[in-house]
């Protein structure tokens, strides 16, 4: 699949809870019912919602506990999260909501990127993920029109078969939007359950002794 790409990864949080939390003007949620998964956070994006009025677009096919907050809850078919993710980014380079000053100095690829994403229309992608076109157009409106905008996903998009490419399209939106490097914005995977990771960082694996060395 063609991409973007830069100097910043996707394997961990760029950007903290509370930053997230506290500085997003909007959030993508994907692959994640996280104030079930995560309820510490889902307490902190639930008082965005609330106090800051933060624009909170959930991506999931089951009507999950944290789409009862979003402001729009796109309910695609199971597996085609990257269509939907191209059709957003299709939607937002017809509207000239991309960061260009980001993309110029920030990215590579950019043309070839371009040339793939065109091959998703609204008409194509609502057909694959049946989502209607009115809402692919209500998310990309909300999600390149408040920034920054912070993209937040967990194992319900990663464990796919094509669960890289997903992440690499939701890479893509942030560098097209140019959230990347900036409070509020990022890539921020989220463990399958909220004791994970501190498991992990106590020394929990089998390879690795606390603070993760070998």
Not at 41 to 55: D, E, H, L, S, T
Not at 82 to 111: H, Y
Not at 133 to 150: C, D, F, G, R
Not at 158 to 172: D, E, P
């Amino acid at each position: 699949m063609a991409g973007l790409a830069t100097s910043f990864g996707s394997g961990a949080m760029s950007n903290s809870m509370d930053d997230v939390a506290g500085s997003a003007a909007a959030m993508l949620v994907i692959g994640s019912n996280t104030t079930e998964q995560h309820p510490v956070f889902g307490i902190k994006i639930r008082r965005a919602v609330a106090q800051r009025g933060m624009r909170l677009v959930v991506a999931d096919p089951r009507r999950t506990d944290i789409a009862e907050i979003a402001t729009l809850h796109l309910r695609h078919k199971p597996g085609t999260d990257v269509a939907l993710l191209n059709g957003l980014m299709n939607i937002i380079l017809e509207k000239g909501w991309e960061d260009r000053t980001f993309i110029a100095a920030r990215t590579e690829g950019f043309e070839e990127f371009r040339e793939v994403v065109a091959g998703y229309s609204p008409g194509k992608v609502a057909a694959i993920s049946g989502v209607p076109v009115e809402q692919l157009y209500q998310a990309a409106e909300i999600l390149a029109t408040n920034k920054p905008m912070a993209v937040v996903w967990a194992m319900g998009i990663t464990q796919h078969i094509v669960g890289v490419r997903n992440v690499m399209s939701l890479a893509n939106l942030q560098m097209l939007l140019g959230n990347m490097g900036v409070p509020g914005g990022g890539v921020n995977p989220l463990r399958g359950q909220n004791n994970v990771q501190g498991a992990c960082d106590m020394g929990g694996l089998p390879d690795y002794y606390p603070g993760y060395q070998r």
